[in-house]
T-cell receptor, first 113, second 113 residues
Framework: NAGVTQTPKFQVLKTGQSMTLQCAQD?????MSWYRQDPGMGLRLIHY???????DQGEVPNGYNVSRSTTEDFPLRLLSAAPSQTSVYFC????????????FGPGTRLTVT | GENVEQHPSTLSVQEGDSAVIKCTYS??????FPWYKQELGKRPQLIID?????GEKKDQRIAVTLNKTAKHFSLHITETQPEDSAVYFC????????????FGKGTHLIIQP
């Protein structure tokens, strides 16, 4: 199993550009989520999904969209990038069925200039 | 929503001594409390977790205690080693992680030789 994969690893955007951060898992996990990590702030939840077709907002959803059309994939879209979205983004998944452990992807480092 | 406070932000201990990191949470409905270790440039890795129906859990040199009445939980590392140096995060979730995790801001643990 590859576990949780994220692409790209690094990305530089100009203010106003849009892009999609990809996240995929091959563990047949029900639950997936996106976090951003900024220095001194810990990880903050952006959006999460409890299954295909179901998504909800986390603590810091503004400026981000998500969709979950399949169990495996959970892309995060930035519609109009802003410098405040410069951060490291982590995707995570967990299996449910009594297993609570969240498995994190390797992260995407995004810089918006 | 849930709020998790973590202390201290930096902890320096002599190799071989014990380290204790404390967290408090605000939502009495939270039922899952994981601890993550993150090395520089890496993804968070689960080191231990506890559910609300258990007061204490131990795994070799690492233990976690939970006081539901006071709404706080702690990480204990005994016989610290240089490889324990990292940033540690506590987190809480109401839905067993299905609705994502709320993280503390992290503790930078430094093991002095």
């Amino acid at each position: 199993n590859a576990g949780v994969t994220q692409t790209p690893k690094f990305q530089v955007l100009k203010t106003g550009q849009s892009m999609t951060l990809q996240c995929a898992q091959d563990m047949n996990h029900e639950y997936m989520s996106w976090y951003r990590q900024d220095p001194g702030m810990g990880l903050r939840l952006i959006h999460y999904s409890v299954g295909a077709g179901i998504t909800d907002q986390g603590e810091v959803p503004n400026g981000y969209n998500v969709s979950r059309s399949t169990t495996e994939d959970f892309p995060l879209r930035l519609l109009s990038a802003a410098p405040s979205q410069t951060s490291v983004y982590f995707c995570a998944s967990s299996g449910g069925q009594g297993s609570y452990e969240q498995y994190f992807g390797p992260g995407t480092r995004l810089t918006v200039t | 929503g849930e709020n998790v406070e973590q202390h201290p932000s930096t902890l320096s201990v002599q190799e071989g001594d014990s380290a204790v990191i404390k967290c408090t949470y605000s939502d009495s409905a939270s039922n899952y409390f994981p601890w993550y270790k993150q090395e520089l440039g890496k993804r968070p890795q689960l080191i231990i977790d506890i559910r609300s129906n258990v007061g204490e859990k131990k795994d070799q040199r690492i233990a976690v205690t939970l006081n539901k009445t006071a709404k706080h939980f702690s990480l204990h590392i005994t016989e610290t080693q240089p490889e324990d140096s990292a940033v540690y995060f506590c987190a809480a979730s109401e839905g067993g992680g299905a609705d994502g995790l709320t993280f503390g801001k992290g503790t930078h643990l430094i093991i002095q030789p």
